[in-house]
């Protein structure tokens, strides 16, 4: 069984205290940083941009996982590529023109990305997983923290690990929204290989031992 992977949402981290933010996950058991980036246009809400994840980058040790919750992201790629962002996803209903997105990700040497809103199917990405590093599967509407996990999302990473199987793919599966203890190991069960969590993390008493907790959870 391969390593999980959890990814702390900075979204819901204190921005006055960024970077002791960002050294507290450095310090921790999580794995990457995970980067919601909002127009106010795909997502009805803004949250930050390119010169925040600047100066992220400028102290994060660990790979930076950015969720683009934009319309045509393609227009931003390199930008983000020299950013220093490890991996983009893009969502699949921001993108026309999906897999030529994809290529365009993975030329500029990025793992490339593809999050699903709560009403879109994984039947959608037949055609495309063999292209995709990593599905997130949004287990919240888009552009907030703090939401309800939606149930269904166990069935959808059920489905989901049988198409990648089913394709041979070497798919990580990732869910973002309302991750917390007590879904947790139940989408892993389910196939899960990253959860991303910001409220349950950065709203606790002691953020490290919430990680250190969620990933022995997961081990
Ligand atoms: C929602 C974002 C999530 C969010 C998760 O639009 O994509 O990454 O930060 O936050 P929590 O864990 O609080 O639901
Ligand atoms: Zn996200």
């Known amino acids: 069984m391969s390593k999980k992977i959890i990814a702390p949402s900075l979204l819901a981290s204190d921005f006055a205290n960024l970077q002791r933010e960002i050294e507290m996950v450095n310090q921790s058991d999580a794995d990457w940083f995970h980067l919601d980036v909002m127009d106010g246009v795909f997502v009805p809400?803004?949250?930050?941009?390119?010169?925040?994840?600047?100066?992220?980058?400028?102290?994060?040790?660990k790979p930076l996982d950015t969720h683009l919750m934009i319309v045509d992201p393609d227009k931003y790629i390199k930008t983000f590529?020299?950013?220093g962002v490890d991996h983009l996803t893009?969502?699949?209903?921001?993108?026309?023109h999906l897999h030529r997105t994809l290529q365009a990700i993975k030329a500029e040497g990025m793992k490339a990305g593809v999050a699903i809103n709560p009403h879109t199917s994984v039947k959608l990405l037949e055609d495309t997983i063999q292209d995709i590093d990593i599905v997130i599967v949004m287990s919240v509407n888009p552009g907030f923290g703090g939401q309800s996990f939606i149930g269904n999302t166990y069935q959808k990473v059920a489905d989901l690990k049988e198409l990648i199987n089913r394709k041979n793919a070497n798919t990580l599966i990732e869910i973002d929204g309302g991750v917390n203890a007590d879904n947790a190991k139940k989408l892993i069960?389910?196939?899960?290989?990253?959860?991303?969590a910001g409220s349950f993390v950065f709203k606790?008493?002691?953020?490290?031992?919430?990680?250190?907790?969620?990933?022995e959870e997961i081990a």
């Open 45 to 61: 809400n803004i949250s930050f941009g390119m010169p925040v994840i600047q100066a992220i980058a400028q102290h994060a040790k």
């Open 81 to 83: 590529a020299d950013l």
């Open 90 to 96: 893009v969502h699949y209903e921001a993108c026309p």
């Open 189 to 196: 069960d389910h196939g899960a290989d990253v959860l991303v």
């Open 204 to 215: 606790s008493a002691n953020p490290t031992e919430t990680i250190k907790k969620l990933k």
